[in-house]
C-alpha cells in the first residue's frame, strides 16, 4: 500500500472513530453507572451552581441510593440555555419552569417526569413585592416606578407578573418606569432589598428561601400582588428515552417517598423546599390550561420589554 492510500485510510478510520464518538455522547443515557442519565436544572437559585445543585442532589441521590438509577446533575446558564440542551439532545432529563418547559415540549423534546407534592397540591405562586414602606397600594401604583424581573423565559419572575400587569391595565411597556431583567428571582429581589428599584417579581419559594437565608428581611418588605396557583415546576424527560428508563423514572419518583431507609428531608424540589412526595401521573392538560393565562404576553410584547430593559 503507498503512503498516500496509508494516510487516506487512517484519516477514514480516526473519522469514523470521532463519528461514533459523537453519537454515543448525544445518544440518550441508561442510568448505569458507565452512562448516568445527565439532569440539567435551570438557575432557579440566582444561577449559582452550587445553590441550585444543593436543591435537587437530596431527591436524586434518594433515587441511586433505592433504585440503583445514576445521574450527573449540572445547572444551565439561562432557561433558554436548558431548553436549547433539551432540544438538542444533551441532556436525558431537565428541571424546568412551565413556561420553559411548554417550549421544549413544543420543540418535541420533553415529556412530563413528575412535579413535587405538598399538601395534596402541585402548584405554586408568583409575587410582585415592594418594600413596606413605598406607599404602593396596588399593581396600578407601579405605573412609573421600576421593577426588576428575572430570567425572560422564567414563569414567576416574568411571564405571570408581566400577566398580572396587563389584566390590571398596566402596560410594561408604555406605563412602567426603568425595567431590569437580572435573569433570576434572587437577583430580582436583591435589587428591591438593595433600593435600586420600587417592585421585584419572584416565585413565594424564591422569596421564602431569601428570608429563610436572611438576605432579606421580611419585615421590611410586603406583598403587592399574588398570581393564581401556577402548576409546580415539573422535572422532563426527553421524548427518545428508552421507554423502559422512562417507566422506571416513573415508578421511582412515584414511589420514593415511601422507601424505609430515604429520610423525609431528602425529598425536595424547587428552591430546596421539602415537599411531601413526586407525582409521576400528573396531566399534560394541567400544564396547558396555565399556558393560557400568558396568552396576552405574545412574543412582540416580550421584544418591546426587552428593548425598554436595554436603554
Known amino acids: 500500500m503507498n503512503t498516500f492510500l496509508f494516510k487516506m ?39 449559582t451552581e452550587a445553590g441550585t445543585k ?11 441510593k433505592s433504585y440503583g ?9 439561562s432557561y433558554g440555555a436548558v431548553v436549547e440542551a433539551m432540544a438538542n439532545e444533551k441532556v436525558d432529563i431537565a428541571f424546568f419552569g412551565p413556561v420553559s418547559y411548554h417550549k421544549a415540549r413544543s420543540k418535541g423534546a420533553a415529556e412530563l417526569l413528575a412535579v413535587a407534592v405538598t399538601d395534596g397540591k402541585s402548584s405554586y405562586y408568583s409575587g410582585i413585592f415592594v418594600r413596606r414602606d413605598s406607599g404602593l397600594m396596588s399593581i396600578g401604583d407601579l405605573k412609573g416606578k421600576s421593577v426588576a424581573f428575572g430570567d425572560v423565559n422564567s414563569t414567576s419572575s416574568f411571564n405571570y407578573p408581566i400577566a398580572m400587569l396587563i389584566e390590571a391595565g398596566v402596560d410594561p411597556v408604555k406605563d412602567l418606569g426603568k425595567v431590569y431583567l437580572t435573569g433570576s428571582h434572587a437577583n430580582a429581589l436583591g435589587a428591591l432589598a438593595a433600593g435600586k428599584v420600587d417592585g421585584a417579581c419572584a ?27 401556577i402548576p409546580y415546576p415539573p422535572l422532563a424527560m426527553h421524548t427518545k428515552l428508552d421507554p423502559a428508563v422512562k417507566k422506571q423514572l416513573r415508578h421511582a419518583f412515584n414511589n420514593i417517598h415511601t422507601q424505609k431507609d430515604i429520610r423525609p ?30 396568552v396576552k404576553v405574545t412574543d412582540e410584547m416580550v421584544a418591546d420589554i426587552l428593548k425598554k430593559a436595554s436603554k
Request: net charge neutral; proline share 4%.
Open 203 to 229: 416565585a413565594f419559594d424564591s422569596f421564602e428561601k431569601a428570608v429563610a437565608n436572611k438576605q432579606i428581611d421580611p419585615a421590611k418588605f410586603k406583598v403587592l400582588a399574588k398570581s393564581a396557583p
Open 9 to 47: 485510510l487512517v484519516l477514514m478510520l480516526c473519522m469514523n472513530v470521532g463519528v461514533t464518538r459523537a453519537a454515543e455522547e448525544n445518544a440518550m443515557h441508561d442510568g448505569s453507572q458507565q452512562r448516568p442519565l445527565r439532569v440539567i436544572l435551570i438557575p432557579a437559585d440566582g444561577g
Open 54 to 64: 444543593a436543591d435537587f442532589e437530596p431527591i436524586f441521590k434518594a433515587i441511586s
Open 69 to 77: 438509577l445514576h445521574f450527573t446533575l449540572r445547572v444551565g446558564q
Open 265 to 294: 428531608d431528602m425529598i425536595r424540589g424547587y428552591g430546596g423546599k421539602k415537599v411531601d412526595r413526586y407525582d409521576a401521573d400528573y396531566s399534560e392538560t394541567q400544564f396547558s390550561k396555565a399556558m393560557e393565562a400568558l
